[in-house]
């Protein structure tokens, strides 16, 4: 079983047991992270795309070490001006190994702004912007013709 998950802002195709090097992560060697952004997964012939993530998809692994990447040399030169710089640079990394890759498993907490969605704002943001605006207009909201669609929603609710 594999799967493309997101991590540090890039995507990686993962397996059990795998190690793989990401950007630097917070957290000590030794602890266990897990990535809930996960895009796609796949085992044997039953792939399950996400749009974007997998609901309830999660990828577990554990920090084996943080270390610098390979040393690369950065140098700039503009001929005939006597202009040349050089520099180096190395990436901070960490290196991850895989634990394990649960589809139907328990989802990371939710914030608790989403879990306080209401029902007249999930209706509210089925309607256009001139829509709203004509609902503001009826309720005797100021400003209402300058303000986006979440602050229209916002002053309706």
Avoid: C
Wanted: hydrophobic share 35%; aromatic share 4%; proline share 1%.
């Amino acid at each position: 079983m594999y799967a493309i998950v997101e991590i540090a802002g890039q995507q990686f195709k993962v397996a059990k047991d795998q190690k793989v090097f990401v950007h630097r992560l917070a957290g000590e060697e030794g602890d266990k992270v897990s990535f809930d952004k996960v895009l796609l997964t796949g085992d044997g012939d039953n792939i399950t795309l996400g749009a974007p993530a997998i609901d309830g998809a999660l990828v577990e692994a554990k920090i084996t070490r943080h270390l610098k990447g390979d040393k690369v040399i950065v140098f700039k030169k503009k001929r005939r001006k006597g202009y040349r710089v050089k520099n180096g640079h190395r990436q901070a990394l960490t290196e991850i190994s895989i634990e394990g890759i649960s589809v139907s498993g328990s989802k990371k907490s939710t914030s608790a702004k989403k879990e306080e969605t209401t029902s007249s704002e999930k209706d509210l943001s089925s309607h256009t912007v001139a829509e709203l605006r004509e609902m503001a207009k009826e309720k005797g909201v100021e400003g209402y013709s300058s303000m986006k669609k979440a602050e229209l929603i916002a002053a309706l609710s």
